[in-house]
């Protein structure tokens, strides 16, 4: 499997301000995702993270306020902008590796106050 | 709407016995059936997973059974121990994206 590495692992952040998640892979990879695990819940797909494009949204997520970079096969970040207390949330980078296997990083704890 | 619907949503179970959790589905396009595992601060880690054209699969203490034509699959977990205290997930897949059920916790009593 991939090893999938994730900066920060956590972060407290102020009501209206940015942070960039970074997922690096340490192989390439072609699939990337993003997804969010609000408190106590299940996760939920944010985006494709498409190498060389725009990434693809899922709906309820705009890239306004969710804009994602693919700059390469190893390496993705993903921007969670204007944040509110809403937006505190695990967020979680995953790769397809192999046929079908899909794997998770170990996520981006974010807490808005 | 969840595509996959997942039961229960805890469940206690003494060291030594069984955990069965099940989930039904309702998208026909999913290919691919993984469950994962998820410790507290970490990730889901993928566990198991099946395909729609097997009816069952086991691995170690961990079993996937399938019924396609009742759109359900369930994981049992033989002699469950105090390690196996987690959530776990199951989802089905089409085109590489998850859809998650909701997530058992499952403890583990000594």
């Known amino acids: 499997s991939a090893v999938i590495s994730q900066k920060p692992s956590r972060d407290i952040c102020q009501r209206g301000t940015s942070l960039t998640i970074q997922c690096q892979v340490d192989?390439?990879?072609?699939?990337m995702f993003w997804y969010r695990q609000q408190p106590g819940q299940s996760l939920t797909l944010i985006a494709t993270a498409n190498q060389g494009s725009e990434a693809t949204y899922e709906s309820g997520f705009v890239i306004d306020k969710f804009p994602i970079s693919r700059p390469n096969l190893t390496f993705s970040t993903l921007t969670v902008s204007n944040m509110s207390p809403e937006d505190s949330s695990i967020y979680l980078c995953?790769?397809?590796?192999?046929?079908?296997?899909?794997?998770f990083g170990e996520g981006s704890r974010l807490t808005v106050l | 709407q969840q595509q996959v619907k997942q039961s229960p949503q805890s469940l206690i179970v003494q060291k030594g016995g069984i955990s069965i959790i099940n989930c039904a589905y309702e998208n026909t396009a999913f290919d691919y059936f993984p469950w994962y595992q998820q410790f507290p601060g970490k990730g889901p880690a993928l566990l198991i997973a099946i395909r729609p054209d097997v009816s069952e699969k086991k691995e170690g203490r961990f079993t996937i059974s399938f019924n396609k034509s009742a759109k359900q699959f369930s994981l049992h977990i033989m002699d469950s121990q105090p390690g196996d205290s987690a959530t776990y997930f199951c989802?089905?897949?089409?085109?590489?994206?998850?859809?998650f059920g909701a997530g058992t916790t499952v403890t583990v009593r000594a």
């Open positions: 995953s790769v397809v590796f192999g046929a079908t296997e899909l794997f």
């Open positions: 192989s390439q990879v072609t699939m």
């Open positions: 989802a089905g897949v089409h085109d590489y994206k998850l859809s």
